[in-house]
């Protein structure tokens, strides 16, 4: 297990850039950011920011244009094919929002499976104390597609946790589950790093998600505009700073907001009136009552039946 005094993984002045001339598109633009060992880091933004493009730069799935990025001590920069691959398979665990199990497999043998190519024992002690927390005991022998979407994300944990890596990426881990299934596979996130002394990095665009890490980092096209401590084992009240930040285009925020449109990509100060206004009708999904145009307010509070006063305040 990694000293929890060095990062787990880093990146420095990174850059990714896809395309040339004018067609080109920063997808990174020179992000410097350390993920400290033994801890659960979110990583957040709108759509484009780059958010996934980091993770799959750090986790060695793609790579950087110029800059550094390390695992440990070893620069993924450097290495060969051959030796990137060797790494990702011996000392970095993925959990997909997809799953990606392999369909005719059991599911220990898609738990086992980067063991057994890598030619590497099983400890059996170990993967019994990772099948009994993820209570995957009497699913076994199952295949894929006898299982829900929740037990299917629980054996792509199980997986990545088998191997004992030195830092586990989840890449939407919980953006094809339902919120019963999401929390589920977040505790068993969360309970990696406190039980099992795991590091843990995820991208996601759910702030209740960000909830259960202890820090949230924010990109914005390229760039990271904010980092911030959140308080572990929140669940599903997440930190203010990730409720402050929202942009989106849904009729119903998934950041709780309540309003719509293109809310600005800053933490709106206390009291303030954050614009644009928005246009949606009467019948409000958030329950708010009257006018077609009204402000959002600086707190973007969770969805209420009833709006508090300083929300109705803003009705027009």
């Known amino acids: 297990m990694p000293s929890h005094s060095a990062p787990a993984a880093r990146s420095q002045d990174l850059k990714k850039i896809y395309g040339t001339g004018e067609t080109a598109v920063h997808a990174l633009d020179g992000v410097t950011v350390e993920f400290a060992a033994g801890e659960f880091t979110a990583i957040m933004g709108p759509s484009g920011s780059g958010k996934s493009t980091l993770m799959h730069c750090l986790a060695g799935l793609d790579s950087a244009t110029s800059g550094a990025v390390l695992i440990g001590d070893t620069d993924l920069t450097t290495l060969s094919d051959k030796a990137m691959t060797q790494l990702r398979r011996d000392r970095i665990g993925f959990v997909f929002q997809a799953f990606n199990l392999v369909p005719t497999l059991t599911a220990l043998e898609n738990i086992t499976l980067p063991l057994d190519i890598a030619g590497r024992k099983v400890d059996t002690e170990w993967l019994d104390t990772v099948v009994g927390r993820l209570g995957l005991g009497d699913r076994l ?166 709006p508090p006063a300083h929300v109705r305040r803003y009705l027009r």
């Open 141 to 306: 022998d199952h295949k894929p597609g006898e299982l829900s979407g929740g037990q299917q994300q629980r054996v792509a944990c199980a997986r990545a946790l088998a191997g004992r890596p030195e830092i586990i990426f989840g890449d939407e881990p919980t953006g094809n589950l339902d919120s019963h299934s999401s929390g589920e596979v977040l505790a068993i996130l969360r309970a990696a790093v406190d039980e099992f002394e795991q590091t843990v990095v995820i991208v996601t665009h759910d702030p209740r998600a960000a909830g259960y890490a202890d820090r949230v980092v924010f990109l914005s096209d390229g760039r990271i505009v904010e980092r911030c401590a959140s308080r572990p084992r929140l669940g599903a009240r997440p930190h203010e700073a990730v409720r402050h930040r929202c942009r989106c285009s849904y009729s119903h925020c998934p950041y709780g907001a309540v309003g719509v449109g293109d809310h600005e990509w800053k933490s709106h100060p206390q009291g303030c009136a954050a614009q644009p206004r928005c246009t949606q009708g009467a019948a409000r999904p958030d329950g708010a009552v009257g006018g077609a145009r009204h402000g959002l307010h600086h707190r973007v509070v969770r969805v209420h039946r009833h």
